[in-house]
């Protein structure tokens, strides 16, 4: 692995890191329990994490790491008491192309899980920044990227701003020991079904 640079997303990133970002997830249980069918799972995960980062992209600050003026990771931090966007804005920006994209009723039940999920980190940890998300390039997993970014970029950047603990939700084993690795410990666990099939969810945070 080259070495590494870190920036905040410009909008004409944007769209790059978007779908850098759907694509790490394609695979992932988090989606893949709810939205089954692999070509509705894609399209419904390109519209959703665009949408998302359009309507947040004055709500939060978006990071990416490149190699060689390549993208190979997008991560997004909140700041303590962030603003949450209204369903309004995500529908504008596209969420509901991803909703019928994906199925109505499977779309919902996602968006539901996915709400419940990252609540405690709003709940229990009010004064913590929050890391909204954190993907790394398919081709790139594996190579210490992740890490890199945490520890020189994600980190830092919430301690220089005066944060003191930042806390995020995974829903994956193999991102648990990626968080533990960096210092991270679990503060909450929930299992949620659909359709017969169980997905944990864990909150963790990390004093910066």
């Known amino acids: 692995m080259s070495e590494l640079t870190f920036s905040q997303m410009t909008d004409e990133q944007l769209m790059e890191a978007a779908l850098l970002s759907a694509e790490a997830f394609y695979d992932y249980e988090y989606i893949v329990n709810y939205i089954a069918d692999e070509k509705r799972r894609k399209i419904f995960m390109n519209c959703m994490i665009s949408a998302?980062?359009?309507?947040?992209?004055?709500?939060?600050?978006?990071?990416?790491?490149m190699e060689k003026?390549?993208?190979?990771?997008?991560?997004?931090?909140?700041?303590?008491?962030?603003?949450?966007?209204?369903?309004?804005?995500y529908l504008a920006e596209g969420c509901l192309k991803a909703i019928v994209r994906g199925g109505i009723k499977d779309s919902i039940a996602w968006i539901d899980m996915d709400t419940k999920a990252h609540q405690p980190c709003f709940d229990i940890k009010k004064d913590a920044w929050y890391l909204g998300s954190l993907s790394v390039g398919v081709a790139y997993q594996?190579?210490?990227?992740?890490?890199?970014?945490?520890?020189?970029?994600?980190?830092?950047?919430?301690?220089?701003?005066?944060?003191?603990?930042?806390?995020?939700?995974?829903?994956?084993?193999?991102?648990?020991?990626?968080?533990?690795?960096?210092?991270?410990?679990?503060?909450?666990?929930?299992?949620?079904?659909?359709?017969?099939?169980?997905?944990?969810?864990?909150?963790?945070?990390?004093?910066?």
């Not at 003026?69 to 966007?85: C, N, S």
């Not at 005066?162 to 960096?182: A, P």
């Not at 169980?198 to 910066?208: A, D, F, H, N, T």
């Open 142 to 208: 594996g190579a210490g990227v992740g890490s890199a970014f945490m520890q020189k970029c994600l980190i830092p950047y919430v301690r220089e701003n005066g944060g003191q603990e930042l806390c995020l939700v995974t829903n994956s084993e193999i991102n648990r020991k990626f968080y533990e690795k960096n210092g991270f410990k679990e503060f909450h666990h929930e299992v949620f079904s659909y359709k017969g099939k169980e997905l944990g969810s864990w909150c963790y945070s990390i004093r910066v």
């Open 69 to 89: 003026g390549t993208i190979v990771a997008v991560a997004t931090l909140y700041r303590p008491g962030a603003k949450r966007a209204s369903t309004a804005r």
């Open 52 to 65: 998302d980062l359009k309507v947040n992209r004055k709500l939060s600050t978006t990071f990416v790491a």
